[in-house]
């Protein structure tokens, strides 16, 4: 009796978690409509006018890529729990996911219950499930802490760009990831024994797995940063990596905050440390723009699909349970 009580909590706390996917996806949709709430119609409205409309092309461009980055965070996850999947379904979770977690914040929360809820329908397990999260969100941090170092080199070399850095903050940010980053590459490189935390089982990649996580984590936010600098070029005359310098500190530092998407940190701080005098409004709108093209529109395009997929799963079981009573 123990054991059958014990099994239907198991499978209770499974539904909760699982639907806990779809609740996140909610507070994503109600964080995006509070971030744009705060502007007018009309000032949306003017701010995408205002940006050519090739700049605005661009952006979706850049964004798309990026978010194709992003869901390979999957594929990389997969790989190092040395599983398979077909290509349609990772690019699908990892979608979902990181379109819920940019706009929800705490992507480790929110981005794990969509694909807890995904994955657990092609037979992972729960302690893979966390492995893969757990190994994403260090791709992204080794991603972070190599741009931080570059972007800090990168506004250092540029005299006109340094009374425009956050100062101390920035250096020690800079120095962490820097020591972040060696100590990571020496364990890679000695440390070969399982690492184990409450009972799961983590275990170092290899160097060139390494590698591929500081490639792809870079890669995504290089691409983040190209939406916003199609439709900041046209009003701003600074070169892309003075601007990728300040873009990748301003986002990291917004991150760390644990603001959903950085809002208000990652603008105040953009502002403060781009270089030279500029229309305050204008870029404004711009931001407005960015917003709007990486967070809302990757959410409304994950809501689409996850409403069909998840019709379609109902359809797939309404269909399964026919047939017997055809038959």
């Given amino acids: ?131 893969m999260i757990t190994f994403s969100g260090f791709t992204y941090l080794w991603g972070c802490c190599f741009l931080m170092v570059l972007a800090y080199a990168i506004i250092y070399n540029h005299p006109g760009d340094k009374s425009s850095l956050s100062g101390i903050t920035t250096l020690a940010v800079t120095i962490v990831s820097g020591l972040l980053l060696l100590l990571y590459f020496l364990m890679v490189i000695f440390y070969r024994r399982p690492i184990f935390i409450k009972g799961v089982e983590f275990s170092m990649p290899s160097l060139r797995m390494a590698f591929a996580q500081i490639f792809l984590g870079a890669t995504d936010t290089v691409l983040a940063s190209l939406v916003l600098y199609s439709v900041v070029i046209p009003f701003v005359d600074v070169p892309f990596v003075s601007f990728l310098g300040v873009f990748v500190i301003a986002q990291i530092l917004g991150i760390y905050s644990q603001v959903p998407g950085g809002l208000g940190v990652f603008e105040g701080l953009f502002l403060y440390m781009l270089p030279g005098e500029h229309n305050q409004a204008v870029l404004f709108g711009a931001l407005i723009a960015y917003r709007i093209i990486y967070y809302l529109l990757p959410l409304v395009v994950s809501g689409i699909l996850l409403v069909v997929y998840e019709r379609y799963l109902v359809n797939l079981r309404f269909r399964r349970r026919q047939k017997p009573s055809e038959g």
């Fill in 1 to 131: 009796m123990a054991g059958k009580t014990g099994t239907n909590i198991k499978r209770v706390i499974k539904k909760i978690i699982s639907w806990a996917g779809l609740f996140f996806f909610v507070l994503a949709a109600y964080m995006i409509y509070r971030q744009l709430s705060i502007y007018k119609p009309e000032e949306i409205k003017e701010a995408l006018l205002s940006i050519p409309n090739n700049n605005l092309i661009l952006a979706c461009i850049a964004s798309f890529l990026g978010y194709i980055a992003l869901a390979c965070y999957d594929f990389l996850s997969i790989t190092y729990i040395k599983k398979k999947l077909e290509a349609w379904k990772w690019i699908l979770t990892g979608f979902i996911g990181f379109s819920v977690s940019n706009n929800a914040g705490h992507a480790v929360i929110s981005g794990g219950a969509i694909r807890y809820r995904f994955y657990t329908r092609w037979r992972f397990r729960a302690t893979e499930i966390l492995r």
